[in-house]
Structure formats: structure tokens, C-alpha cells
């Protein structure tokens, strides 16, 4: 794992949760959707072994011509939507409801994709990050935000996924703006206690 | 001590020791090329979706649950 000015570069093999973002995200670049993949499959994209069957993706908010041609492409790359067709994708959205995507015929694993509706999501996706999986851009939320916002989160899984990602990423983080978030969210003390851990 | 005292004990050790095991992971994830580590966490969460995919036909839709008074907003 390589930490550059571009981004972050893993080189590993995909595994088949990878591949299923790594195809929607590919559609939905086709489409020129700005998108961040967000929470706890960020942990598993660096390397945390735990079990996850799926990925939030959160994208900017777009029309019913963007909303139709992206099912129609989603459609032909293999995919349905595993909740509700795919064809209610723009209503789905628009009611700030969640889409899931899965490969046709199955519900898991899933890319859970939803518009952007708070703050938190803008800013997951004004500071996203590509990382480059075995050749292939992904945008991920800033790690340094992910880390804030899942200690704010405060179940014990969310907690040991910031632990994690604190960890694997070090001294790669940049600290000021993991602090800022820290505090913007109101969790110096789960902060305090991560670094203490 | 106390029974709610032993437990609380347990439970803070137990959670110790899964930090400790977090932080040892992202050291050897930090150490090691990314073929190697991906190797084991692709074949955990390949499993897992497998065995999740074998048993998925079995899950009720959620439009089963999307109604129910048992759920919150």
C-alpha cells in the first residue's frame, strides 16, 4: 500500500466485494457522477479482515435522464436493483431513500448508493480521495473524515474500524484536518481514547 | 466482586485484546506487500459472501419489514 500525492495505490487482487464497486464506480465515472465510497468497506479497501456485505456509496445529486441512463447502463453491465427495480432508480433517490445495487438475481453483496442530503455527505464527497486498486480508480471519502465520523458513530464496530484505519494510515493522515473534523463532530474524547488505545 | 463487576472486567479485557489485534493487523498490513495481506482478507470476505449468497434465498424481501410497526424511522 502506497500513500502518493495522487492518492493511495493497493496493489492486490480484487476480491469479489471489490469488483462489485469497482464496476458500479466504473458506471457511474461512464456517466461523470461524482461519487465517494464511504464507511465501513473503507476499512475493508485498506485491509481491516472483517466482514461487510455492503458498500455505501454516496453521489452528488443528479436528473431523471442521468437517473435512467445510469439503470440502462447498470443493466447491461449485470446488475438489478436488488430492493426495488431499477426503473424507480431517479424516485428511489429523490425521496433520500437508499438504491441497492447487486448482480443480477442476488442481494448480496450490494452497493447501497444514496444522493448526498447533509453536510457530512458533501463533505465526503468534496474531499474524496482516489485509490487505485490493482489498476482501477476508486473515489473514497477522506480518510482523515471517515475516521471523525465513525468515532461519532460509537458502536463498537464503527470504533474499531477508525482504530484501524488511525492505524494503517499513521503518519499519512494529515492531522490538521482530522483534528478540525474531530472537533466539528464533538468527538475529542473518542479521539483522545483512539490515540491512547 | 461482584457478578456485574467480573463481567465488566471480562468485557474490558476482552476489547483490549481485539485492539491490540486491530493494531497488530494494521502493522502487518503497514509491513507487508499488498499481495500478501490481500490474499487473506480476500479469502475471509470472499467466504463470507458466499456463505451469505448460499442462504440468501432464504431472507425475506425487505418490503416484508418496510411497513412493519416494529421499525423505527
Redesign the interface.
Known amino acids: 500500500m502506497e500513500f502518493t500525492e495522487e492518492g493511495v495505490v493497493i496493489d492486490k487482487p480484487p476480491s469479489d466485494l471489490d469488483r462489485l464497486i469497482l464496476d458500479v464506480s466504473a458506471v457511474l465515472d461512464s456517466l461523470d457522477i461524482e461519487h465517494a465510497v464511504v464507511s465501513c468497506y473503507v476499512a475493508v479497501l485498506f485491509g481491516r479482515s472483517r466482514a461487510t456485505e455492503d458498500i455505501d456509496v454516496i453521489t452528488e445529486r443528479f436528473g431523471e435522464e442521468t437517473a435512467t441512463a445510469l439503470a440502462t447502463e447498470l443493466r447491461n453491465a449485470g446488475y438489478w436493483g436488488s430492493a426495488m427495480p431499477l426503473s424507480d432508480l431517479h424516485e428511489t433517490l429523490r425521496d433520500d431513500l437508499p438504491v441497492r445495487i447487486a448482480e443480477d438475481g442476488h442481494r448480496v453483496p450490494n452497493v447501497e448508493l444514496t444522493f448526498a442530503t447533509d453536510r457530512d455527505d458533501r463533505i465526503s464527497l468534496e474531499n474524496a480521495i482516489t485509490v487505485t486498486l490493482d489498476g482501477e480508480p476508486l473515489r473514497v471519502g477522506s480518510l482523515e473524515f471517515q475516521i471523525a465520523y465513525k468515532l461519532d458513530m460509537g458502536a463498537q464496530k464503527d470504533y474499531e474500524d477508525a482504530l484501524y484505519l488511525h492505524e494503517v494510515a499513521g503518519s499519512n493522515l494529515n492531522r490538521t484536518a482530522l483534528e478540525q473534523y474531530v472537533t466539528e463532530l464533538g468527538v475529542e474524547n473518542e479521539y483522545e481514547r483512539l490515540r491512547e488505545t | 466482586m461482584s457478578d456485574s463487576e467480573r463481567r465488566e472486567r471480562k468485557h474490558d479485557r476482552n ?1 483490549r485484546d ?2 491490540r489485534q ?2 497488530e ?3 502487518y ?2 509491513s507487508h ?3 500478501d ?6 479469502t ?3 467466504s ?2 458466499q456463505s ?2 448460499h442462504l ?1 434465498a432464504e ?1 425475506p ?3 416484508v419489514f418496510r411497513d412493519s410497526p416494529l421499525l423505527d424511522e
Open positions: 476489547q481485539r485492539h486491530i493494531r493487523w494494521a502493522a498490513v503497514r506487500p499488498d499481495e495481506w490481500g490474499e487473506q482478507v480476500n475471509l470476505v470472499n463470507q459472501l451469505a449468497r440468501e431472507r424481501d425487505e418490503s
